[in-house]
């Protein structure tokens, strides 16, 4: 728990990291990574607070969850484990890139830890339902913000208003001759031509 939470904030210090990407880009002399490590820290910076929020409030779901099914998960402790299998279930399906979205992985991961307390059946049935339940929740968030930007555009295209011919610019201090005001759509007289 700790330590790895310890591990993970070594590396992901832009000094270590930055050595790490440096030795795995070694077969790769033209890749542009160099900078990645700079990159990495400053997106962490601004965005790790919220990554870690999400996977705090999914590691909560899994608990609320389990509770819904009627498991003895009770006090900030159960609510804590929840938090600790649920992200380390999460990595380890990112980890097994050859199955999407860690199909499988995550399941046999969470059975796994929780077996010993709540037995193997119950531990597969929650592990099923919270695949449900994050699989349902991320199809209506996607769906949800793939409407918004669909309706957004929408709404911008219908916001442009129409065309308007550019206005002709006279250079201040020249003043036209009586009668040669322009009329739009229609040429000047030419000079020595006849009506």
Same mark, same amino acid.
Not at 8 to 37: N, Q
Not at 127 to 151: D, P
Not at 152 to 180: D, H, M, Q, Y
């Given at each position: 728990g700790?330590a ?5 904030a070594?590396?992901? @210090?832009?000094?270590?990291f ?6 795995a880009t070694? !077969?790769f ?5 160099? @900078?990645?490590? @700079? ?6 910076r ?5 990554s870690?929020?999400g996977?705090?409030l999914? $590691?909560?779901?899994?608990w609320?969850?389990?509770?819904g099914?009627?498991l003895?998960? @009770? ?5 804590l484990?929840?938090? *600790?299998?649920?992200?380390l ?8 890139i050859?199955l999407p979205a *860690?199909?499988g ?5 969470l059975i796994r830890?929780?077996s010993?307390?709540?037995?193997a ?10 695949r ?8 209506l968030?996607? $769906?949800g ?5 669909l309706?957004?555009r929408a709404?911008?295209g219908?916001a442009? !208003?129409?065309?308007?011919a550019p ?11 009586a009668?040669e ?7 000047? !007289? ?5 009506p």
């Amino acid at each position: 728990g700790l330590a790895s939470a310890v591990a993970l904030a070594v590396a992901s @210090h832009p000094v270590v990291f930055g050595r790490v990407v440096k030795w795995a880009t070694v !077969p790769f002399p033209e890749s542009e990574v160099g @900078h990645v490590a @700079h990159v990495w820290y400053a997106v962490f910076r601004r965005w790790g607070i919220l990554s870690i929020a999400g996977w705090v409030l999914g $590691g909560i779901s899994f608990w609320a969850v389990m509770r819904g099914l009627g498991l003895p998960v @009770h006090g900030s402790k159960d609510m804590l484990q929840a938090i *600790g299998v649920s992200a380390l279930s999460t990595v380890l399906g990112f980890v097994v890139i050859v199955l999407p979205a *860690g199909l499988g992985v995550r399941e046999v991961v969470l059975i796994r830890l929780l077996s010993g307390r709540l037995g193997a059946s119950t531990a597969a049935v929650a592990s099923l339902v919270i695949r449900l339940v994050w699989t349902v929740v991320e199809a209506l968030l996607a $769906g949800g913000a793939y409407g918004v930007s669909l309706t957004r555009r929408a709404l911008r295209g219908k916001a442009v !208003p129409a065309e308007v011919a550019p206005a002709v610019e006279v250079p201040s201090g020249t003043a036209k001759p009586a009668g040669e005001e322009s009329v739009p759509g229609v040429d000047p !007289p030419r000079k020595g031509a006849s009506p």
